[in-house]
């Protein structure tokens, strides 16, 4: 369950994208009025396009604050779903990509500290070096004064030898305290630039990150760039798919003016599909001749492409194996498999000449989504390049429930 903060905040971040994607926006306005948390102005149909209207919603929402934005992020949830998981999942992998850069901030920061205190160590331990240098001078002149305190004193001569080889001794045992101290020191020194070294590797890796997170959000504009093509497509093909309805409008004022007999009634039913008139014009067959394959087509013969349409994938499958020939379409299936799901592709040779048979899904199915009929319907126009000559429309004219009319539309 999402908090109030989290729903403001998702709203005002995406406030562009659901201004120009939202379509549900009257559903969602009277949902609003309907939780009294904007005007009634909304209750009034407007002239502008679906961006106005949203424009004048997120008004309202600034004006109301966060509970009005809140009920809005629910009516969103409720009315555009998929725009929502959408967007969702683009600040989920944004917010992933900022803690990841967060936590490498923390542990270079670590890594500072650690430096300073290693800094600090090796300041103290260099005063104490020149401590020690300067009490070995000290005793050093100690030494000179002993020296001089023997030239004067025979008597004592002895004495002193004993205890200047004593101490010499002990100037041995410090020569090798500090030949220590200068090695650990040059340890020090290496485990310093080992350091460096490997905060220049994770410099690095910090720059080739960055580098790739700009990569993916250039790859993210591509895809928004290839979605808006696809719906220009999908225009188009609504396009064509009109002028078809008016065709088939046409084929049936003809359809009803010819007069057919009871005897060819019951000979279509019989039939597994029904023989159209305007396949008549499309495909010849002589007399004994077969479907053939491509090798004995001349190249200067262009092939024919054709693209079937409907709602029965079934009687689809029929009627391309009927134009073809042979079994290619798996048909009489009650539904549909993973592979009939998209459109397909075979060809074969009919009267000397390449014909090519786009089967296409049930487009027209509740089951189908927006986002899979736009990628169905740019499969199907690269398998019909550089372009169908003739879509078939595949209806069961005998159906007392369904129009070929219904299918147009």
């Known amino acids: ?161 004993e205890e200047r080889e004593k101490e010499r001794r002990e100037l041995e045992v410090w020569r090798a305290a500090r030949e220590t101290e200068e090695m650990e020191l040059q340890h020090l020194k290496e485990e310093r630039e080992k350091e460096r070294r490997e905060l220049e590797a994770w410099r690095a890796a910090r720059e080739t990150e960055e580098m790739e997170l700009h990569q993916m959000r250039c790859e993210l504009q591509r895809e928004r760039e290839e979605v808006e093509k696809m719906r220009e497509e999908v225009e188009k093909m609504r396009e064509e798919v009109e002028k078809m309805r008016d065709m088939m409008e046409k084929e049936k004022e003809f359809m009803t003016r010819k007069d057919k007999t009871q005897s060819e009634s019951v000979e279509a039913q019989k039939s597994p599909f029904r023989k159209c008139h305007s396949m008549e014009y499309i495909l010849t067959f002589t007399a004994g001749e077969t479907p053939g394959t491509d090798a004995s087509i001349p190249a200067s013969v262009p092939e024919l492409r054709l693209v079937l349409l409907g709602r029965n994938t079934a009687e689809k499958s029929l009627i391309a194996n009927g134009i073809l020939g042979r079994e290619v379409f798996v048909s009489g299936t009650p539904s549909p498999t993973k592979a009939q799901m998209s459109s397909q592709r075979k060809h074969g040779t009919i009267a000397g000449r390449r014909v090519v048979v786009v089967n296409t899904p049930d487009w027209f199915s509740s089951t189908v989504s927006q986002f899979e009929l736009w990628q169905d319907v740019k499969h199907c126009m690269e398998l019909s390049a550089p372009g169908p000559h003739a879509f078939l429309l595949v209806t069961e004219m005998l159906s007392t429930h369904h129009r070929p009319s219904d299918s147009c539309q």
Do not use: C
């Open 1 to 161: 369950m999402e908090s109030q903060e989290y729903a403001v905040r998702f709203v005002d971040q995406h406030r562009a994208e659901l201004t120009e994607r939202v379509r549900a926006v009257d559903a969602i306005g009277r949902g609003l009025l309907a939780y009294g948390l904007v005007r009634n102005r909304l209750t009034m149909p407007l002239r502008g396009s679906s961006q106005n209207k949203m424009k004048n919603i997120y008004q309202d929402l600034d004006f109301r604050g966060a509970p009005a934005k809140e009920a809005f992020y629910k009516l969103l949830k409720e009315h555009e779903p998929q725009l929502l998981q959408e967007l969702e999942n683009v600040s989920g992998e944004i917010q992933s990509h900022r803690e990841e850069l967060q936590h490498l901030k923390e542990e270079r920061e670590k890594e500072r500290r650690e430096l300073e205190v290693w800094r600090a160590a090796r300041e103290t331990e260099e005063m104490e070096l020149q401590h020690l240098k300067e009490e070995r001078e000290k005793e050093r002149r100690e030494l000179e004064a002993w020296r001089a305190a023997r030239e004067t004193e025979e008597m004592e001569l002895q004495h002193l030898k």
